[in-house]
Structure formats: structure tokens, C-alpha cells
């Protein structure tokens, strides 16, 4: 017969419901402290009716609830008594406790023992035969340091009678994972970020330089060595352990550390660097490991070192430990901290028998235990006063119940712990129903700390308690007070005389996600770490049609499940207000992300305000929200869940609204609901105006949208609104409208005018030149067309040398110009819009002609254009005077040659100057007092001179 475990029945007691409708069996026999052989058979007997004829008896190891042994199936409820054999099959040294289940299959317990009622669930033992070595101890087993034999899996060297695990057991065998029947991502969390590095968290992680630990190097896809803070101390005291226990002969070889995200793989804790591939090495050589010792000149250790390797590593701490290769094993973390702001509320049973060996407690419980366990969950939160902080109250229940702190009473981590310690223990009864009432009217409220719920913040309560409720104060009377009201509720039952269905009753759905029972007080510190990741990926739970707005950094995603989630059709939108997100979805990912999802809003519906999703699913599967990050800042957005109160979902209206319509025009009318199972919704409906807006209203039993101010299409062509609709009565029924208001124009207003009146242009200008465009617009809109005449009278008119495009405003020449002759041209443009009517304003402007001086070697009588080249005398003349840009040059013609009979050339002509010629002398001849000295020539005259005595 083999008592294997049965890994279909996770958490017993955390998965199953008491169902005391259908009563409750009492197990006397195995009494209390009773002590079996392992081989020897173990007769139980119950007492108590219920409705149930058949069930299955299971034996449980104390202190585990996920790996029970059934030895005893199908016992007839009516027997009263069945027999435990063990015969032929093994099982380990220790305490045990039964319970039984119907077998229904529903797993609700009606029975346990040894008891003396239900809530004292006791232990029996059962042990082998004393040891004194290995060799002693039957199957795969060892002998421990109480010289006991106890089941091999348990084997590390710091348990056994000689610090030695016998070769039969040699440490953890493959394919072990720690803790015993889990899975990776329920111990250490579920990957929740893309965490690259460019991200803010990434920053944040830490390089393992430790000389004693090897590892490859970095690649563009890995860096083995970059790893958590809590990482990079699990795997350090592992490496000391490793030094201490081979005495520096093996060492610690890191395989596989953080990896960069890749979509194309699956999600792995590799991408955020909270886990690691481990080996365990020695060299090749045999010779001792030195500075320079690397991967390649290591060789793996034979395999029953490794399974002592990994017994280390289960000393080590790690969160989480497989042992699935004979050449390497993998570990793993839970987050350094939580990042995410929560609203943490602890409710902590203060009453006596926590304290009280009389009740199965100890002196000391309450200060070393309860409040030791709140200290260490709220060291893994960012205390602080911001939105992205996490605030944190305590309340404790007894006879009555003290709120200790609000969660705005203190925003400093450390002033937080030291009132933590310093809470008093009230020592007296057990009202739960008080605790809770208390933390609904006076700690989760926003005058108290508490945040809104559209801030997307989630609201946890963990609840402790170590009993039964006082009569008269069971937590059935209101815990839907915080059920009601989007709050996350842990219940934790501590010792054996918690009442299993008061537990169960004040636990979230699912139940084997919000309810821990412990065996007693000392077992508490092992569920810290547990407790603060899941309390941590709580999900911030939100109403149907109520939207949430908050904020997400990049690289990060926040988590949200609709309390209304178990309909069967959903409608899911996502509005970015800044930033860029992505939102994911899926009914059976409790973190859905961009590696596990069913629905994306990649692929959504994009309505211009925002993108929505259709979730269609059985109506028992939940479903579950992520928003992620994107970019390299912080987005904010909106998220809403909506629900089939139309059957195309959220339902999209576009109408058309003439500008001049008049207030209290009805634009829309909504379509009724055509939801199906809720009867005629249609006057139980309430609508809601989400938008801000100032021109429509929304009538709250209608729906009818009606006009309540003027429209201007200038302003704003068509306005957006948001409509939700409640159906009165039903909490998760609810829709969503978008209805879009286009305004059609209307003429109602004149064209107008630019700034510009006055245009200029060179006279010089050719025809077909640019002189200036009119700058014009029509406040509604339509094309304009322009047309230009002189302002002077026709009759005054000389020829108009400009023309204007009739559809550009462009002005341009249409014959030469001269400033002197026109320098100014007054003109009237008149702008007409297309629209029906036509409408038409006319404007005057002034055309300046700006006169251009003639340029050097030209000449004007008005020194500008038109201008002519200045002339040269000819060759046969000479320069009177020379030109100027209003004269041109002045030449006279040469005079005559002189006459060579009677005159002579006194100065020759020059380019200024005519030849001068004046007239010879007599002859000298002619006169008897002179004599001729020289004759006349050309150029001189005869010269005389007088005759002497």
C-alpha cells in the first residue's frame, strides 16, 4: 500500500470549507500524545452525526497542509471506528493530526482529531525505532541528531546525528522543490515588470562581487552577477556555507542570473534578477582554487555532493529552492520590497489566550509573535506619505476594541516600528465582530489616511486571531461591511483552536489565496515573507461603471480585479490622461502581464478617448487586471470595468448638432438596455454625465441629452461626453455610452481682414510681379474668394496696372509703372465666403510705387526711372559740360580750320575746348621803321622788330 502524497489537495485547511450544516465528526481515538511504530496499524474512532455516508480519513504532518497521506479511503461515516495501516509502506518520524473530507469531492472538513472538540487540533506521534547510526534506520531515511530516523528529504548536514547525510539520502534528491509541492511563482510572486535598464527599479539591483563565487561573463542578454539585495545575501551566506563545509575545495558557480526580458520567452524571475541558476564546482586539476580560478577550469561536483549543496541552500534561506538537475538547481526570491502603495490595516486578536498556557499559548505571544510579525511585514512596504507610498493602522480586538494608529498617523518608516512595539496587549476576549466593525467606521476612511477608491490604491486587512469568536461577536454578523467595499481580507488562524469557518468566512475569494492557518505562535515567523508578497500583489479591487484613476511608473504594473467579475460578459476601458500604459487581461493569470494574458488593449477597440476591451468567460471564472508602464516616465490613467447592460457593450452614438440650435434642444436619446436575466430595466435605470462640459446636460432618468448653451463651431467642432448608466437595484449591472455632438457650421459671421492695408512695389517692377497677398479668413470656415478696384472715380481713372487672384488674395503687376508719372494707387478688395448665404466685407489699401534712382552711367530728367545712358561727344566736338543723373553731357562741334592766309592757330582743340586762331600781322614791310625777323607760319605770327640807326 503506498500513502504517497496526494498533490490534488493544496492547503488543506486553507482550501477547504467546515460545512456545519451538514454537522460535525469528533475524532477521539488516536487520544492526544499518543505514540505509534511506524509499521504498526492505528485504530481511529469518531463520535457525531452528519449528513454525509461516506468520507475519506486523511493524515496530516504537523505543520504542513499541502502533502497529506490518506491511508484510509472510503470509510462508511455509520462505522464509528476504521484502521490506519501502515503496513508495507513508510512513513516519516514525527506528529500528525487527521482530518476527514466527504467524498463528494467538495473537500469541506467534518472532521479532525485527536480532539476534545474542534478547535483543539492536537497531535499524535508516530516514530521508528531509535537510532544509533544510518544503517539502522529502514528505506530512505537517516538517522537524526534525536537519534530518530526521519524521512530523507529532511536531511542536511546541520540534522544529523554526525553532521553526515548517508549516501542513501545524500542531501535533497532530484527533482525536490522547497517548500515541498509548490510552484515558483505562488512562493516568490509572480513576474510583474519588464525591468530593463532604463527602468527605475533597475537601478536598484546590485552586483555580487564576492571573489569566492563564480560566475561567466556579463552578455548583452545576461548579467549573472547583477541580482536583488536579497539575492545577493542568500547566495553569499550560501557561499559561506559551502567554504565552511568543504573547506574551500567546492565553491558557489552562478549559471543563469538576470536575464533581459524577451517576449518571445516565458515569463521568468530571471527578468527581474530574483533568481538564479546555481552549480557547485571544484577544479579540474584538483588543485585548490585560486584569484584567477575561472568557470573553465572548474569541473561539477559528483551528484551526491549537489544533494548536499542544496541542503545548504535550504539553510541558505532562499524563498524558493528546485532541485531539478544532478548538475544544477535554481533559487529564487521574493521581492526586495514592495514598491506598490497599499492601504495595509492589521486586526489583531488581544486576547488572553495568546499569552496563556492554559489556551495553548505562551507568556510573551503577543509582544514577541503578533507584533514581531506585523514589524517584519511592514519592513517589506515604502512607508511615506506619498500616492506611491504605503500608510499603514493597526486595530486590536478583545473585550473592546482600540485603534492603535490611524494610516495617517504615521508616514515615517521608523516612528511606525517603534509604535508597533510599544501597542499594549489587552489580554481579555475574542469579539471579532467589534475588530471589524471598528476597522469599517473609524480606520477606512479618507479623513483617516485611507485613499479614494478611484485612486487605484488596494485596501488590505489582515486579520489574526488565535480563536473562536465570543458568542454574540462571530465576524458572519458584518464582515461584508469589507467585503462590500473593495477591500483585499486576509485571515490568519493561529494554533488549534481557531474556529476554520469563522476563517473562511472572513476571507477574500479565492479562499486559498486570503486565509493562512498556522499550527501555533512559533510558526508565524515562517509565513512573513509569504504574507507581505501576497499582501503586496493584492489587487486593488474596483466596482463596475466606478473608474479608477491613478498612476504607474515605467516598467511597473499595478494590479486590479472588478468585484463584479463573475458576470459573463465585461467591457474593460483604459484612458491614458498622460503618458502611454497597456492593460492586460485574463480569468485565470491572477497577474496577468504582457507574458500571460488572454485579452491586451494592443488589440482592444480605440474609440479616440480611450481603448476598450469585451471579456466573455464562464460566470465562475474571475478576472484579473494589469496596467503596465511604458516609456521612461510615469503615466496616469483611468481604468473602468463595465458590464453587458448592452448587449454590443459600450455603445457609441455620433449625432449631428447645427451651431444655432436652440437650448434645450434634445440631441441623443440612449437605446434601451437589452441586458437578458434582469427583466425590463428600462425605468430602473440612472444616468450619469461623466464629462466635464458646460453646452450639454444628461437627464439622470432619460438619459436624454439635451442642449444647455450656445454652440459655436469656431470654438469647437464637436464635443465628446462620457454616460454611464446604473441599473437601480443591481450593483454589477452597468454601461457605458460614448456620444460624440459634431456642430455643423453656420454662416454667421463676416469674413475678415489681416492687419496688413498698404502694399509697395519698385516702379521698375515687370509685369506679373508679386506685389502682395491679402491676408483674410472666414471665422466659419469657408473658402473665401477676393476680387480689387480702384477707389478713385472711373472717370479719373487712368489704366489700372494691378490685378488680384481671386482665390489666393495674391496682388501682381499688369503693365510697367512709373512713380512719376502715379506714385500711389488707393485700391478697395472686397472678401466673399461659399457659404449659403454669401457673405462679403470690402476693405481699402494703398499700392505705393517707390520711385528707383537711375543708375551710374544712365541719366533721367527726374534722376530715376526711365532712364537713358549718358552720351559722349563725338569726335568732331568737344564737352561744354558734363552730365549729371538729371542732364545728359553738352557738346558743341569743332569751329573751322584757321585760314592759312591770314590766320594762325594760337591753342589747339581739346575734348572741352575749341581751337583758337588769331589773325597774322602786317607785314613788316609796310612799314620803314621795322625789319622782319621770321615769317608766319601755322602756329605763330611774323615776327618784326625795329630797325636801328
Known amino acids: 500500500m503506498s500513502f504517497a502524497p496526494l498533490t490534488g489537495l493544496l492547503l488543506l485547511f486553507v482550501g477547504a470549507i467546515i460545512a456545519p450544516t451538514q454537522g460535525l465528526l469528533h475524532f477521539f481515538d488516536p487520544p492526544e500524545h499518543a505514540v505509534f511504530h511506524s509499521h504498526e496499524q492505528i485504530t481511529v474512532s469518531w463520535t457525531g452525526t452528519t449528513s454525509y455516508t461516506n468520507m475519506h480519513i486523511y493524515l496530516i504532518d504537523r505543520g504542513t497542509y499541502n502533502a497529506p497521506y490518506a491511508p484510509t479511503m472510503n470509510v462508511p461515516v455509520g462505522d464509528g471506528t476504521a484502521t490506519l495501516d501502515f503496513t508495507g509502506s513508510f512513513i516519516a518520524t514525527g506528529s500528525y493530526w487527521i482530518a476527514s473530507v466527504p467524498t463528494d469531492g467538495s473537500g469541506s472538513i467534518i472532521g479532525v482529531g485527536p480532539a476534545s472538540n474542534v478547535n483543539n487540533t492536537a497531535t499524535f506521534r508516530i516514530i521508528h525505532t531509535e537510532c544509533t547510526s544510518h544503517s539502522q534506520c529502514d528505506g530512505l531515511t537517516f538517522c537524526n541528531d534525536n537519534f530518530q530516523c526521519q524521512i530523507c528529504s529532511e536531511c542536511a548536514v546541520t540534522n544529523t546525528f554526525n553532521q553526515e547525510c548517508p549516501s542513501v539520502c545524500g542531501g535533497y534528491s532530484i527533482n525536490t522543490v522547497i517548500p515541498d509541492g509548490t510552484n515558483e511563482i505562488d512562493v516568490v510572486g509572480p513576474v510583474r515588470d519588464l525591468l530593463i535598464a532604463s527602468c527605475p527599479q533597475f537601478k536598484k539591483l546590485v552586483y555580487n562581487d564576492n571573489s569566492l563565487l563564480l560566475a561567466p561573463q556579463d552578455t548583452e542578454t545576461t548579467m549573472p552577477r547583477t541580482m536583488t539585495e536579497r539575492l545577493f545575501n542568500r547566495i553569499n551566506t550560501l557561499v559561506e556555507l559551502v567554504e565552511e563545509q568543504y573547506n574551500g575545495t567546492v565553491r558557489i558557480a552562478i549559471l543563469v542570473g538576470y536575464v533581459t526580458p524577451d517576449l518571445t520567452m516565458q515569463p521568468s524571475t530571471h527578468f527581474e534578477a530574483r533568481s538564479a541558476v546555481l552549480t557547485a564546482v571544484m577544479t579540474t586539476s584538483g588543485s585548490p582554487f585560486t584569484a584567477t580560478t575561472t568557470l573553465d577550469d572548474t569541473t561539477v561536483v559528483n551528484y551526491a555532493t549537489m544533494r548536499t549543496i542544496v541542503s545548504l541552500a535550504a539553510l541558505a534561506d532562499f524563498d524558493w529552492v528546485s532541485f531539478y538537475s544532478e548538475e544544477e538547481f535554481k533559487v529564487s526570491v521574493i521581492r526586495d520590497a514592495c514598491l506598490a502603495p497599499v492601504d495595509l490595516v492589521f486586526l489583531l486578536d488581544g486576547s488572553g489566550s495568546i499569552d496563556s498556557t492554559r489556551y495553548g499559548g505562551e507568556p510573551g505571544n503577543f509582544q514577541n509573535k503578533v507584533l514581531a510579525f506585523v514589524e517584519e511585514v511592514v519592513s517589506y512596504f515604502d512607508i511615506g506619505p506619498y500616492e506611491n507610498n504605503t500608510r499603514v493602522s493597526v486595530v486590536t480586538f478583545s473585550s473592546s476594541a482600540t485603534v492603535n494608529f490611524y494610516l495617517d498617523t504615521f508616514f515615517d518608516a521608523n516612528d511606525l516600528i517603534t509604535a508597533i512595539r510599544n501597542i499594549d496587549y489587552p489580554a481579555q476576549s475574542t469579539r471579532t465582530s467589534l475588530g471589524i466593525q471598528t476597522v469599517y467606521n473609524s480606520v477606512l476612511s479618507e479623513a483617516k489616511g485611507m ?60 479562499t486559498q489565496n486570503h486565509l493562512f492557518l498556522l499550527e501555533g505562535f512559533k510558526n508565524v515567523p515562517d509565513l512573513v515573507d509569504r504574507m507581505s508578497a501576497v499582501a503586496c500583489d493584492a489587487p486593488a479591487l474596483i466596482d463596475t461603471g466606478t473608474g479608477a484613476i491613478t498612476t504607474v511608473e515605467a516598467c511597473e504594473t499595478k494590479y486590479f480585479r472588478p468585484q463584479c467579475g463573475t ?28 507574458f500571460a494574458h488572454t485579452w491586451s488593449s494592443e488589440d482592444g477597440v480605440d474609440s479616440g478617448d480611450g481603448v476598450s476591451i469585451t471579456v466573455e468567460k464562464s460566470g465562475d471564472q474571475p478576472l484579473y487586471l494589469a496596467v503596465s508602464g511604458q516609456g521612461s516616465t510615469t503615466s496616469s490613467f483611468e481604468l473602468t470595468v463595465w458590464s453587458e447592460l448592452y448587449n454590443d457593450g459600450i455603445v457609441e452614438r455620433s449625432v449631428d448638432v447645427k451651431e444655432d440650435a436652440a437650448i434645450d434642444t434634445v440631441v441623443f436619446q440612449p437605446p434601451p438596455p437589452d441586458v437578458q436575466g434582469f427583466g425590463d430595466l428600462s425605468n430602473s435605470l440612472t444616468y450619469t454625465l461623466l464629462s ?17 448653451a450656445s454652440l459655436d463651431f469656431e470654438e469647437a467642432t464637436s464635443h465628446f461626453l462620457r454616460i454611464r448608466v446604473n441599473a437601480d437595484g443591481y450593483d454589477c449591472v452597468s454601461g457605458l455610452i460614448y456620444f460624440k455632438a459634431n456642430v455643423l457650421n453656420v454662416n454667421d459671421n463676416l469674413p475678415t481682414f489681416g492687419a496688413q492695408s498698404a502694399f509697395t512695389v519698385n516702379e521698375t517692377a515687370p509685369i506679373g510681379t508679386f506685389v502682395g497677398q491679402v491676408i483674410a479668413s472666414d471665422p466659419d470656415g469657408f473658402p473665401l474668394t477676393f476680387e480689387l478696384q480702384p477707389s478713385i472715380p472711373s472717370r479719373r481713372r487712368a489704366a489700372f496696372p494691378f490685378a488680384i487672384n481671386s482665390t489666393s488674395g495674391v496682388i501682381s503687376t499688369t503693365d510697367l509703372l512709373d512713380a512719376e508719372v502715379q506714385s500711389t494707387y488707393p485700391i478697395i478688395v472686397t472678401i466673399s465666403d461659399t457659404g449659403i448665404p454669401s457673405q462679403s466685407v470690402s476693405g481699402n489699401f494703398v499700392i505705393d510705387v517707390t520711385s528707383v534712382p537711375c543708375p551710374s552711367g544712365t541719366t533721367s530728367p527726374t534722376g530715376t526711372y526711365p532712364c537713358q545712358p549718358i552720351t559722349e561727344c563725338g569726335s568732331s566736338q568737344y564737352q561744354v559740360a558734363p552730365a549729371t543723373v538729371t542732364s545728359n553731357t553738352i557738346c558743341h562741334d569743332y569751329v573751322v580750320e584757321c585760314n592759312a592766309e591770314s590766320q594762325y592757330e594760337v591753342y589747339m582743340p581739346t575734348t572741352t575746348s575749341d581751337r583758337v586762331c588769331a589773325n597774322i600781322s602786317d607785314p613788316c614791310f609796310q612799314s620803314t621803321t621795322q625789319f622782319q625777323v621770321s615769317s608766319a607760319t601755322p602756329t605763330s605770327d611774323r615776327v618784326c622788330e625795329d630797325l636801328t640807326i
Open 692 to 708: 466635464e462640459t458646460s453646452f450639454f446636460s444628461v437627464d439622470p432618468s432619460t438619459g436624454n441629452v439635451a442642449l444647455i
Open 451 to 510: 485613499r479614494s477608491s478611484s485612486s487605484g490604491v488596494p485596501r488590505v486587512v489582515v486579520i489574526m486571531t488565535d480563536g473562536q469568536a465570543t458568542s454574540g461577536y462571530e465576524p458572519q454578523n458584518n464582515i461584508n461591511l469589507l467585503h462590500d467595499n473593495n477591500i483585499n481580507v486576509f485571515s490568519m488562524g493561529v494554533g488549534g483552536g481557531v474556529n476554520v469557518d469563522e476563517l473562511v468566512v472572513m476571507a477574500s475569494q479565492p
Open 567 to 594: 458576470l459573463t460578459k465585461l467591457f474593460v476601458e483604459i484612458r491614458e490622461i498622460e503618458g502611454s500604459v497597456i492593460l492586460y487581461a485574463s480569468t485565470n493569470e491572477t497577474h496577468p502581464g504582457p
